[in-house]
Nanobody, 129 residues
Framework: QPQLVESGGDLVHPGGSLRLTCAASGFRIVEYALAWFRQAPGKEREGVSLISRSGDTTYYSEAVKGRFTISRDDASNMVYLQMNNLKPEDTATYYC??????????????????????WGRGTQITVSS
């Protein structure tokens, strides 16, 4: 059963850091671009960062650029999001999402030129003093 499992969410003070991990199982991530999305209560889901299949290309939203870093370890089948200088507005549930190679599905979200459609269950980050 293919799945993506996020971990690393926590309560952190403003200015703090966290590292999110996305563990893939049931398939190999090496053929896919991946992304992190987030959704805060009462707000629409938004793309945070994506990484290409090769890992050579990354993209960040303006809200997190310069503070977050996405990376991948294909040998371990993992994707990471290093989050520094966290702000209260970063509070949200963060989701790891896999690129879709098939036709668009009901869960598809287009972002950064990719169709992302296979979602993890998410991990909660709360930034508060």
């Amino acid at each position: 059963q293919p799945q993506l499992v996020e971990s690393g969410g926590d309560l952190v003070h403003p200015g703090g850091s966290l590292r999110l991990t996305c563990a893939a199982s049931g398939f190999r991530i090496v053929e896919y671009a991946l992304a992190w999305f987030r959704q805060a209560p009462g707000k629409e889901r938004e793309g945070v960062s994506l990484i290409s299949r090769s890992g050579d290309t990354t993209y960040y939203s303006e809200a997190v650029k310069g503070r977050f870093t996405i990376s991948r370890d294909d040998a371990s089948n993992m994707v990471y999001l290093q989050m520094n200088n966290l702000k209260p507005e970063d509070t949200a549930t963060y989701y790891c999402v896999l690129e879709n190679h098939g036709p668009p599905s009901p869960s598809s979200t287009l972002w950064g030129g990719h169709d992302f459609s296979f979602w993890g269950r998410g991990t909660q980050i709360t930034v508060s003093s």
